[in-house]
C-alpha cells in the first residue's frame, strides 16, 4: 500500500471527477483492466477503500501519475469528490487481472457505457489493441452515454480508434443504446479475428450476451462489485459464474476479475430473500 | 555516545501469552475470515510477525457461499453474509497448510459444521495435520437438526458441540462466541466445562440494511454479521463480562483497528485479541497494531504484557 498525493481532482462532467494521483516510482505499472484500492488517507469514515479501474497511467523518472476516473455514487465517491490537489490518499494495487488480447485478433471492439469508460480508456492508451502491427482503425470504440454532457473521457481516444458515439437522448451521435452499433458492425467481423472488451452498466452487458450469444466472437468484461479488501480474502465481491449444464459458482471481483469471459457469468438472480449462515 | 537510561533499552518487552496448551510469540491473531488462509496477504506483511493466523472457517465439504450481494459498508462497520464460503478441510490440508508450514507463526483453524457430527469430523481430520497450532470452534452457525438455532445460542449446545470436537482432538481448543445471546458469560461457563481451552469473541453482531430506493435489502442473504469499529465497544463489554466469569484465557475480538483498540481488549482482561475488519481496511493494520501494542509497554515500562491484561481499574 503506497500513499500518493493528489495534483488534479476536477469534475469532468456532472457528477463525474478526474483524480491525479502521483506515486512514488515503485508503484507497479497496472496492465489494463486492473484496479486499485483508494482511501482518503485522512479519512474516518466511511470505512473501507473504494475499488477504482485505471483511466491512465504515466511513468516518468522520478514518480508515476495514476489517473481514476469516477462517478460519484455514494458515502466514498462522494468524499473523494471533495479532496484538493495536495490531500494524500492510500493506494493499494495494481490489483486483479485486466484484459487479455487472444492470440489472431485483427479487430478489437471496445463497448463501454458511462463510467465504464474508465478501463477501455487505459487500454487504449496502452496501446493493447494495436500490436502486432494493427492501424489504429482495428479497433473501434462504442462509448455511450444518458446524454452529450455525461460523455467522458473521449479526448484521450482520437486518433487511436474510430470512436462511435452514442447518447440515449441522442444529443450527440447516434440516438440509443452502444450495442444498437454494434448490432450492425457484428456481423461483418471474423470471429477467429475479432475480440469484444465491454465495461459499463448491468443493462448493457445484459444486451450484449444475446447479441453475441450466435456468434464466436470472444467478449471480455470487466465487472464491479462492493468491495472490502481488493485482494481475495473477505470474499464480499462474489459473481455467479456458470452457464448451460456446468454447477453454478462464485468467483471473486477482485482476484478472478475484474475481467470476465462475457459467457462465463451469470445473469444476477433478484435476491431470494433468505435468511442462513452469514 | 550518550547512554540512555531508559530500563528497557536493549530489552523488548515480553509479548509472549500461554492460550490453554498454545504458546503465543505475541497476543496479536488475526480473525478468521478476514485473512484469508495466509496466502493472500504474504505480499504486504511478514507473517512470522504474527501471534497466530486464523483461517477462513473450515467445513467437512467445499462451500460455495451466499449469492450476491454479500457485503454492504455502514456506520463504522461492515455487514457480511458470505455464507461460510471454503475450500473444505481435506482441499485446505493438501494445498494451503504446507505454505503457512513455512512460517513462525501458529496456524488456528477455526471451524464449523451443520451438525455435532460435523463438528466432530472436521477436527478429527484436523487432528493429525502437521502444522495446525489449534482449533477455534465457530458455533454461531445454525444447527440444521435443531430447527437452525445457532449452537451458540444455547449453553446446552455449545457444550454438546464442544465436548464433540474435543473428544476428536488434542490440540489446544478455543470456542469462539456468538454475541447475539442474552447472557454470554452463560455460554462461556458451559463450553468451559465442556473442555475449552479458552473462549475467543465476539462473532458479528447481526444486523441489517435497506435501500429505500428499491425497498430491498442491502444484502441478498437479508441479514448480515455487522463488524468494525461500530461493535467494539460492545465486544469489549462481553470481554470484561467473560473474563469474570470463567478461568480459561478470553481472547478480545471487534473492531480493533489500532493499537490502542487493542490495549483496551488487554486492559478489560484479554489475553490475546483478534484483528478483524482492520485486515480489509489495511493489510498492514495487524503489524501496526503489535507495534504499537510494544510501544506501549516500553512508554509505561512494563516489562511483560502479562502486568497490563487484567488492569482494569474500577472504583
Redesign the interface.
Known amino acids: 500500500m503506497m500513499t500518493g498525493k493528489i495534483s488534479d481532482n476536477r469534475s469532468v462532467a456532472p457528477g463525474h471527477f478526474l483524480m491525479r494521483l502521483r506515486l512514488p516510482s515503485s508503484f507497479a505499472t497496472p496492465a489494463p483492466g486492473q484496479f486499485v484500492m483508494i482511501r482518503a488517507a485522512a479519512q474516518g469514515e466511511p470505512l473501507l477503500a473504494r475499488p477504482l479501474s485505471v483511466f491512465d497511467f504515466h511513468r516518468y523518472p522520478d514518480h508515476c501519475v495514476l489517473e481514476l476516473l469516477y462517478r460519484v455514487a455514494g458515502r466514498g465517491t462522494a468524499l473523494f469528490s471533495g479532496m484538493r490537489p495536495g490531500d494524500e490518499a492510500t493506494v493499494l494495487g495494481p490489483l486483479g487481472r485486466g484484459f487479455t488480447l487472444p492470440a489472431g485478433i485483427r479487430r478489437t471492439l471496445l463497448v463501454a457505457g458511462g463510467v465504464g469508460v474508465a478501463p477501455l480508456h487505459f487500454l487504449i492508451r496502452s496501446g493493447l489493441p494495436t500490436v502486432r502491427g494493427q492501424s489504429p482503425g482495428a479497433a473501434t470504440f462504442y462509448l455511450g452515454a444518458k446524454s452529450r454532457d455525461l460523455l467522458t473521457g473521449v479526448e484521450g481516444l482520437g486518433g487511436r480508434c474510430d470512436l462511435r458515439i452514442c447518447t440515449d437522448d441522442g444529443s450527440r451521435g447516434h440516438c440509443g443504446p452502444v450495442t444498437d452499433l454494434l448490432k450492425r458492425d457484428i456481423d461483418d467481423c471474423d470471429p477467429k479475428e475479432t475480440v469484444v472488451f465491454a465495461c459499463g452498466p448491468a443493462p448493457m452487458i445484459r444486451v450484449l450476451e444475446p447479441l453475441l450469444k450466435d456468434t464466436l466472437i470472444p467478449c471480455q468484461v470487466s465487472l464491479e462489485e462492493r468491495m472490502a479488501c481488493g485482494i481475495g480474502a473477505c470474499l464480499g465481491c462474489a459473481i455467479a459464474v456458470g452457464g448451460p449444464g456446468r454447477k453454478t459458482e462464485y468467483r471473486k471481483v477482485c482476484e478472478d476479475g475484474p475481467v470476465f469471459d462475457l459467457r462465463d457469468i451469470l445473469p444476477v438472480a433478484p435476491f431470494d430473500s433468505r435468511e442462513g449462515c452469514i | 555516545m550518550i547512554a540512555t537510561s531508559g530500563e528497557n533499552r536493549g530489552d523488548s518487552p515480553n509479548l509472549s501469552v500461554t492460550i490453554g496448551r498454545l504458546d503465543l510469540k505475541n497476543p496479536v491473531m488475526t480473525a478468521s475470515?478476514?485473512?484469508?488462509y495466509g496466502e493472500?496477504?504474504a505480499p504486504?506483511i511478514d507473517l512470522n510477525r504474527l501471534g497466530a493466523v486464523v483461517v477462513?472457517g473450515l467445513s467437512l465439504e467445499p462451500r460455495?457461499?451466499?449469492?450476491?450481494?454479500?457485503?454492504?459498508?455502514t456506520?463504522?462497520?461492515?455487514l457480511?453474509?458470505?455464507?461460510?464460503?471454503n475450500i473444505g478441510v481435506r482441499v485446505f490440508i493438501d494445498e494451503k497448510l504446507p505454505f503457512l508450514r513455512e512460517f513462525d507463526t501458529a496456524v488456528v483453524a477455526n471451524i464449523f459444521g451443520e451438525t455435532v457430527d460435523e463438528y466432530r469430523r472436521v477436527a478429527g481430520i484436523l487432528n493429525g495435520a502437521e502444522g495446525v497450532s489449534a482449533i477455534e470452534v465457530n458455533i454461531?452457525?445454525?444447527n440444521v437438526k435443531k430447527g437452525g438455532i445457532a449452537f451458540g445460542a444455547l449453553p446446552e449446545l455449545a457444550a454438546e458441540v464442544t465436548r464433540g470436537v474435543r473428544g476428536e482432538t488434542d490440540l489446544p481448543l478455543i470456542v469462539k462466541l456468538t454475541p447475539n445471546v442474552t447472557d454470554i458469560t452463560a455460554i462461556a461457563a458451559a463450553v468451559e466445562a465442556a473442555g475449552a481451552d479458552a473462549v475467543s469473541l465476539i462473532n458479528?453482531l447481526?444486523g441489517m440494511s435497506v435501500d429505500i430506493e428499491t425497498r430491498?435489502?442491502h444484502l441478498?442473504?437479508?441479514?448480515?454479521?455487522l463488524s468494525?469499529?461500530a461493535i467494539r465497544p460492545v465486544a469489549l463489554r462481553m470481554v470484561w463480562q467473560t473474563v469474570r466469569a470463567v478461568k480459561v484465557p478470553v481472547i478480545g475480538i471487534g473492531g480493533i483497528m489500532t493499537a490502542s483498540d487493542a490495549l483496551e481488549f488487554f486492559i478489560a482482561g484479554a489475553t490475546a485479541v483478534q484483528v478483524g475488519?482492520a485486515?480489509?481496511?489495511?493489510?498492514?493494520a495487524v503489524l501496526k497494531i503489535l507495534d504499537g501494542i510494544e510501544e506501549y509497554l516500553v512508554r509505561h515500562k512494563m516489562a511483560d504484557i502479562a502486568e497490563l491484561i487484567g488492569s482494569l481499574k474500577t472504583g
Open positions: 475470515g478476514t485473512f484469508g493472500e496477504y504486504f477462513k460455495s457461499g451466499n449469492p450476491p450481494p454479500r457485503i454492504m459498508e456506520p463504522s462497520g461492515m457480511n453474509a458470505i455464507g461460510l464460503q454461531s452457525c445454525p458479528t447481526t430491498r435489502p441478498a442473504n437479508v441479514t448480515g454479521g468494525g469499529p475488519t485486515n480489509f481496511v489495511n493489510p498492514t
